[in-house]
């Protein structure tokens, strides 16, 4: 029997999640109505400190990344490892190996992030550690001017298991003249989506971390208005890759398997930008 829209659940990482519709019957609005332009100017840009190095450019433009290239994809606090499968004006496809390296914050005094209670989850001190991806390889896409990634997970045996849309903002790549191009900015906006694999055709959608976006506005990491901003742009994603099936939904990449050269798992690279990244400290989320 099939859960009611509105149920609350778990995931194994410890996210909570709300049922809020079905592919075939649509879903709740779980935010105020806004254009992807208004929400994304009331949230704001990169910070300066999240693209060291060079002037950015917007992503998207040439010159693009050569498949097969081993890139650093940057949130402000975490770094992934991940080989190009293309990239080109929709956007970048890359795909992380299982067991790839990868440098992200924790809490200052051990553990995971999601050991530290919500009431205090922005408030904690931390530093960044260094880390390899658990599970299955899973397949990223970042489409070009949208803020949101779509990752498409695997379960044990390779098969596809469900769509998770990270809400992010649009990415940006290192500017002309950077001497470290093979990397890919971001921000991440804490709310997410995910669609599972199954039914076909009348899939379930679920918002992830809803209550960890208030906890973010309750400890000033963002505003009402900015928490606001990023629900319509949950909206959005919804909308436009679950209803009208816009790309990278429409291309297969759930079946895409990665050819063996691509699945070997990536270490770090050993540069300024990471190395940097791995000093990186501060006494709450809004340090450092």
Not at 66 to 80: K, L
Not at 99 to 106: C, D, Q, V, Y
Not at 121 to 147: C, I, K, N, Y
Request: net charge negative.
């Amino acid at each position: 029997m099939r859960l009611p829209i509105g149920a609350s659940d778990v995931t194994p990482s410890g996210g909570t999640v709300t049922l809020i519709g079905r592919r075939a019957e649509g879903w709740q609005q779980v935010g105020p109505r806004m254009s992807l332009e208004e929400a994304l100017a009331v949230i704001g840009s990169h910070r300066p400190s999240d693209l060291p190095g060079a002037t950015p450019r917007e992503a998207g433009n040439a010159p693009y990344l050569e498949p097969g290239a081993e890139i650093t994809w940057h949130y402000q606090r975490s770094i992934d490892t991940a080989r190009v499968v293309r990239d080109d004006e929709r956007g970048l496809v890359a795909w992380i190996p299982s067991g790839s390296a990868r440098l992200g914050a924790t809490p200052a005094t051990g553990g995971h992030v999601r050991d530290v209670e919500l009431a205090e989850r922005f408030r904690t001190p931390w530093v960044m550690q260094e880390s390899t991806w658990h599970g299955s390889g899973v397949l990223r896409v970042a489409p070009t001017r949208r803020p949101w990634s779509v990752w498409f997970f695997r379960d044990s045996n390779g098969d596809y298991s469900g769509t998770y849309v990270n809400l992010e903002l649009p990415h940006r790549r290192p500017g002309e003249g950077d001497p470290m191009p093979l990397r890919t900015h971001t921000c991440d906006l804490v709310l997410d989506v995910w669609m599972d694999a199954e039914p076909a055709g009348d899939e379930d959608v679920w918002l992830k971390d809803a209550d960890e976006l208030d906890a973010a506005v309750e400890q000033l990491r963002y505003t009402g208005r900015q928490r606001d901003a990023v629900r319509a742009l949950a909206d959005h994603a919804c909308r436009e890759l679950f209803r009208d099936w816009a790309w990278p939904m429409d291309e297969g990449w759930q079946q895409w398997q990665p050819t063996p050269e691509l699945d070997t798992p990536i270490t770090l690279p050993d540069n300024e930008i990471v190395a940097w990244a791995g000093a990186r400290h501060g006494v709450d989320s809004l340090d450092g």
